[in-house]
């Protein structure tokens, strides 16, 4: 069995994430490994599940933080899944 690095429950369906930069981890559930690996939203501080937005290397959940963010980057990006195109 292998060890939850966020819960430290013992679990034999536990399975490991690699990232980019080599580290791996184990988890008993993708909520762990949300918890531990998912980026926060610099302005309303969710954890950023989907793809999520980067400006000017900073990571927002949607376009809407991104405008609303300090900095007044991200004032050109819009949502368009969805959205009308006129």
């Excluded at 762990?32 to 690996?37: E, N, P, S, T, V």
Aim: charged share 20%; hydrophobic share 30%; aromatic share 10%.
């Amino acid at each position: 069995m292998a060890k939850c690095d966020t819960c430290g429950n013992d679990y034999w369906l536990a399975f490991e994430v690699k990232t980019i930069t080599g580290d791996t981890y184990t988890f008993d559930s993708f909520e762990c490994a949300i918890g531990k690996l998912a980026p926060n939203c610099e302005h309303c501080k969710t954890r950023i599940i989907g793809h999520g937005v980067e400006v000017a290397g900073r990571f927002f959940c949607g376009a809407h933080c991104a405008r609303e963010g300090d900095s007044g980057l991200g004032q050109q990006i819009r949502d368009t899944v969805g959205a009308h195109p006129g």
